[in-house]
């Protein structure tokens, strides 16, 4: 059969498949009745739908059996060889998390705080009278030296200095004149060198003219130590109170009660008098440097209170003998704030 092709009508694809349904048509009257050749072997599994020949009717009409062709060779049929099918792996189950407890939250206990305990701090009595001091505990081991300072100027810086250098305790009354004179600033360098050395100094009020208290009325006592505080306080900021030293000792319940309305708790005066205001040369005559050791160490007991006076005639002298003799009799050097 001579099977001719229209190469211009292939050009679309339905005459492409109109073509190719001719050929197949021929290729099946020359090749006998349509079935599987005896040559073909059983197809392979199939994937789905048969790859292999169609055994039913053409769906392109045949064309006349009586055409003839020239023998053509039969083509192999093509068996098309199966695709390996993929076998799927079977989902891996994922192994379930062990759920964990949700931890509870730990109750911590709040701290109780306490509350603060508040401080008290003492405030000097002020209304009621000034309590008189002539010494301190008699089962003390300590003696108090004490130094006026109110007139005579002396070896007043040197007795100072000493003091320092060889870490003595003691305590400085100083009357408001003192630190006002204007002839003299040894009464404000003494303020400077206790406010320098708070540990060693206590600082107490002598008047400010150092008048005998029991002629003055309770108004005038009150003027002289406030106007010693207002004099002072430009040169030391330790306060004065509570310790009140009376000029010449003098004092009586009118004194006391009019010096404790000023906040001074403490009237003190002392158990052992060096007289070393009174030089030698007086009639009657002062004490001797010598005559003050001895005095003092032949008189002193523990919680004695010794008055000395920073410009004292032969105080200098004295003090090096004295320290050492009370320090080797077992004595401990105080101020009045350690020693009351």
């Known amino acids: 059969m001579d099977l001719h092709v229209d190469h211009h009508a292939a050009r679309t694809p339905l005459a492409w498949l109109v073509a ?18 005896p040559t073909s072997t059983t197809p392979g599994p199939s994937m789905g739908p048969s790859m292999g020949p169609s055994t039913g009717p053409s769906p392109i009409a045949s064309p006349s059996a009586a055409c003839t062709s020239e023998p053509t060779a039969t083509p192999p049929l093509l068996t098309a060889t199966p695709l390996p099918t993929a076998t799927p792996a079977a989902p891996t189950s994922r192994p379930t998390a062990t759920p964990r407890p949700s931890p509870r939250p730990t109750h911590r206990p709040t701290p109780t705080v306490p509350a603060p305990t508040p401080t008290v701090v003492p405030v000097p009595t002020r209304g009621g009278a000034s309590l008189l001091v002539t010494h301190g505990s008699r089962t003390s081991n300590q003696v108090a030296l004490t130094f006026d300072m109110g007139g005579r100027v002396g070896d007043a810086l040197a007795i100072m200095s000493w003091l320092v250098d060889h870490d003595v305790h003691t305590t ?8 006002d004179n204007p002839n003299t600033d040894a009464g404000r ?4 060198i206790v406010q320098t050395h708070p540990e060693l100094f ?9 008048r005998d208290f029991r002629n003055l009325s309770a108004a005038q006592i009150r003027e002289e130590l406030l106007r010693t505080e207002a004099a002072v306080a430009p040169y030391c900021s330790q306060d004065m109170h509570p310790f009140f030293r009376p000029p010449n000792g003098g004092y009586n319940a009118a004194v006391l009660a009019a010096v404790g309305a000023a906040g001074y708790r403490y009237t003190v005066t002392w158990d052992v008098d060096t007289i070393d205001w009174r030089p030698i040369v007086n009639d009657p005559p002062g004490p001797t440097a010598d005559q003050i050791v001895a005095k003092v160490l032949g008189n002193a007991r523990g ?8 410009g004292g005639y032969e105080t200098y002298d004295a003090l090096p003998a ?7 009799r077992g004595f401990q050097l105080a101020n009045l704030a350690e020693l009351l």
Not at 189 to 192: E, G, K, S
Not at 202 to 210: A, K, P
């Open 189 to 192: 360098r003494v303020l400077a």
């Open 322 to 328: 004295v320290v050492e003799g009370l320090r080797a």
């Open 172 to 179: 400085i009354f100083m009357t408001g004149a003192m630190a």
């Open 303 to 310: 919680g004695s209170i010794v008055l000395m006076h920073l």
């Open 202 to 210: 206590t600082l107490g009020n002598h008047s400010y003219t150092h």
């Open 20 to 37: 190719l349904a001719l050929a197949g048509v021929a290729v099946g009257s020359l090749a006998g009745p349509l079935g599987p050749s």
